[in-house]
């Protein structure tokens, strides 16, 4: 039986940046785009196909992972008192 779910083509997976759609919101300030493209871009991930190889996903999730890590590192942290240090 063929499994429905999963397909070994290797023809990518949704962009985990867009979701798909291909374009993404500029971040110039919606009325005050100065990038000329009016709130919205190509999705620099998948360059506007709305998918991309599975390695640039797992790519593209492991920097958001590592860029939030470095954010939460530089948070004040509320409750210093945790942890055994
Ligand atoms: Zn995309
Ligand atoms: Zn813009």
């Given at each position: ?8 083509r290797d ?75």
């Amino acid at each position: 039986m063929a499994e429905p779910e999963y397909d070994d083509r290797d023809e990518g997976v949704i962009c985990p940046r867009c979701m798909g759609d291909g374009s993404v919101s500029c971040y110039c300030g919606g009325d005050l785009c100065v990038c000329a493209n009016y709130g919205e871009r190509d999705c620099p991930v998948c360059l506007g196909e709305g998918d991309v190889s599975h390695e640039r996903s797992a790519q593209y999730l492991k920097a958001q992972g590592e860029a939030m890590a470095v954010i939460r590192a530089a948070w004040p942290t509320p409750s210093d008192k945790e942890g055994g240090e």
